[in-house]
């Protein structure tokens, strides 16, 4: 079975940027929806972006549109999380997971069911 590798975490500024990278070993990547999640210190993991197999669609949630960016490469077999304009409330373990049931693109955390294992992104004040 393949895995999905999350990097690019890491301390960061408050009004910086940072890009994420989730690389994934399975061939029928191109074959998922895509979604990035996010887990801070004593609160429920949250979802933050999710992007179509095709790529041409994209949702995000309230607090992260216009500062973050969700785009994938399936020749590479990988999706990014573009992060700018961070703030301290960014700060959180990053998870990339993808929906593995060729259904209905959705937002709902509970779909996806393929995940890895998460990068800590930390936004100093």
């Known amino acids: 079975q393949g895995q999905l590798v999350e990097s690019g975490g890491g301390l960061v500024q408050a009004g910086g940027s940072q890009r994420l990278s989730c690389a994934a070993s399975e061939r029928t990547f191109s074959a998922y929806n895509m979604g990035w999640f996010r887990q801070a210190p004593g609160k429920e993991r949250e979802f933050v972006a999710a992007i179509t197999r095709s790529g041409a669609t994209t949702r995000y949630a309230d607090s992260v549109k216009g500062r973050f960016t969700i785009s994938r490469d399936n020749a590479k077999n990988a999706v990014y999380l573009q992060m700018s304009s961070l703030k301290p409330e960014d700060t959180a373990v990053y998870y990339c997971?993808?929906?593995?049931?060729?259904?209905?693109?959705?937002?709902?955390?509970?779909?996806?069911?393929?995940w890895g294992q998460g990068t800590q992104v930390t936004v100093s004040s």
């Open positions: 997971a993808a929906d593995r049931s060729f259904g209905a693109f959705t937002t709902d955390m509970t779909r996806y069911d393929y």
